[in-house]
């Protein structure tokens, strides 16, 4: 069979750790899974806009990443779909279907968006579905791609606790500046020596309202050196949902405030320890919750995820490889 162009859409590029190494993940999972039906694939990470610019480039396939949102208020998205449709394979590999930064979700409109992503792709698997319209997904729900990063947690030695605070919590909760005066006192309270974390550039101007003077704030990006830097925390607080994931995967016990449940979800698809923090929980509360000793006891649950995640992967190449 000779090579086979694939493209995975998402807005990768941006800096943002959830899409930029999410597509990596989901790069090499899908890399390997032909590379077992001795396919030889060129992928490549596209946007929507740019997909559009392409119009002429020819596909053999296209498949969403993890970063991905496709709600049907979601037009570019759809529309890149809709062409992909008209002329590859397209395959939707761990979309959301909701998020609070667009219209709340119901029933009817999740149930109309899956008929809809049904007609256009050949492999459907959902992530982020509301518990009230995952009926509708039946067959279709599995964890967030971003568990194909898998365990990666053994370390010992862990000394530290770990804070970030991104724009992707605030532009859906009412957190500033309420959540942000409970975050620093909370901070005065621990006391483990605290690392500060960054998951986009973006979250930096943040993180610096509960830094002290002069203090590192490091920026993870998918690198290993940065990944190893949250191997010496037991816990880490993160409003930057896939900052938590891989902190789960490296052995910290991962402490978030949710938001339109688009957080609980990313869990609760998986038996990861985890703790939900409400916006009202006060100082105490949150220093006591990341100062408790907590041990890495997440490996099977999270090396269970991953198991599902490369299932679904490997579902959607054989899918792909029907249409061809």
């Known amino acids: 069979m ?16 959830g899409d930029d190494y999410g597509y990596v993940l989901l790069r090499d999972a899908l890399r390997a899974a032909f590379e077992e039906k001795d396919v030889l694939v060129d ?8 997909f559009g610019l392409l119009g002429g480039y020819h596909w053999d396939a296209v498949v969403t990443g993890c970063g991905t949102l496709l ?19 397209v395959a939707i590999l761990g979309s959301g279907v909701s998020d609070a930064r667009h219209a709340p979700p119901t029933a009817d ?11 256009r792709a050949k492999h459907v698997w959902l992530r982020n579905v509301p518990e009230s319209c995952a009926q509708f997904a039946d067959g279709m ?5 971003f568990w194909l990063m898998g365990w990666n947690g053994d370390n010992p030695e862990r ?17 500033d500046p309420g959540f942000m005066t409970t975050l620093r006192a909370a901070r005065s309270l621990i006391t483990h020596p605290v690392r500060l974390f960054a998951a986009w550039a973006n979250d930096k101007p943040w993180i610096e309202r509960v830094a002290l003077p002069g203090e590192d704030i490091a920026l993870v990006d998918g690198t290993r050196a940065s990944l190893q830097l949250l191997d010496g925390c037991s816990a880490v607080l993160a409003t930057r949902i896939h900052l938590a994931v891989s902190a789960a995967c490296r052995g910290a ?12 979800s990313v869990f609760a698809s998986t038996n990861v320890p985890h703790h939900l923090l409400t916006l009202d929980a006060d100082p105490q509360h949150i220093a006591d919750i990341l100062d408790k000793p907590w041990t890495s006891d997440g490996a099977a649950a999270v090396r269970a995820a991953r198991a599902v995640c490369r299932v679904r992967v490997s579902q959607a190449v054989k899918q792909i490889m029907r249409h061809w």
Request: charged share 15%; proline share 8%; glycine share 10%.
């Open 253 to 264: 016990f991962p402490v978030l405030p949710d938001y339109a449940g688009k957080v609980a």
């Open 141 to 145: 729900l599995a964890p967030d791609p």
């Open 71 to 89: 709600d049907v208020s979601n037009g570019v998205y759809v529309r890149a779909l809709t062409e992909a449709s008209e002329k590859c394979t």
């Open 2 to 17: 000779p090579l086979k162009r694939i493209a995975v859409l998402g807005e990768i590029g941006s800096g943002n750790l």
């Open 159 to 175: 000394t530290h606790i770990g804070l970030n605070v991104g724009y992707a919590g605030f532009s859906t909760m009412n957190l």
């Open 109 to 119: 409109g999740v149930a109309a968006f899956i008929e809809l992503t049904q007609r």
């Open 43 to 50: 992928i490549r990470p596209v946007t929507p806009n740019l």
